[in-house]
């Protein structure tokens, strides 16, 4: 079971957040952009932290806040009755962005070879892809498998503090190296047992 199977549970924390989140005249899609703005700060603190490993404290916090973002935006939108199909679109396409930007500041800062960083981020956006795309099948959207997003954010945040405070190599890569490694292999294997469970599911 995956973080993203706990979404029930997590309403009873973001919900009181949203509440808060409305008091102070947010809207669902200015957080939707809110979580892009911190995903990208989160690549600028990463690509830093070649030079100065302090900055992952600041990736860790930025990493944190792009997920409490993205997962108070619905509870907002349902709060104020803004749930519909432009903002689900865009909290979405922010969310691939996001992905995007959080692995390729690891990447671009040397923590591990570009060849499995492209892979990890085509395992991601693969997975992403495919658990989305069984709403083109008439089929509920897909969140199963080994490693879905909110997964990938505790991960890599675990991942970043780790490797603030044991910035040394392990079998060659760091902590951080290892993390991209992983969520490649984990990725790709989300993406398959998703594919399989929607074609099972449209073959009866």
């Known amino acids: 079971m995956t973080l993203d199977d706990l979404r029930g549970v997590s309403r009873s924390v973001t919900e009181p957040m949203a509440e808060i989140v409305e008091r102070l005249g947010l809207t669902p899609n200015m ?26 404290l600041g990736a860790a916090i930025m990493v944190m806040l792009n997920g409490l973002a993205d997962a108070v935006d619905g509870a907002l939108a ?12 865009l909290d979405h396409v922010i969310d691939r962005y996001s992905d995007v930007l959080l692995l ?21 956006l693969v997975t992403s892809y495919i658990g989305t795309q069984a ?11 080994m490693l879905g997003r909110a997964d990938r954010l505790v991960f890599l945040i675990i991942a970043t503090l780790a490797n603030a405070l044991y910035p ?23 993406a398959v047992q998703r594919f399989v469970y929607i074609w099972t599911r449209l073959g009866r």
Not at 31 to 55: E, G, H, K, P
């Open 31 to 56: 957080l939707s952009v809110l979580s892009l703005c911190f995903s990208f700060l989160a690549f600028v603190f990463y690509y830093i932290s070649a030079s100065d490993q302090r900055m992952l």
């Open 78 to 89: 349902r709060r104020m009755g803004h749930a519909d199909q432009r903002g689900d679109f």
């Open 104 to 124: 390729s500041g690891i990447i671009f800062a040397g923590y591990i070879g570009w060849e499995i960083g492209y892979l990890a981020v085509v395992g991601v």
């Open 135 to 145: 709403q083109a099948v008439n089929l509920r959207r897909c969140y199963g498998g």
């Open 168 to 190: 040394h190599r392990i079998e060659g890569l760091q902590i951080l190296g290892w993390m991209v490694l992983i969520t490649m292999i984990l990725s790709h294997i989300t």
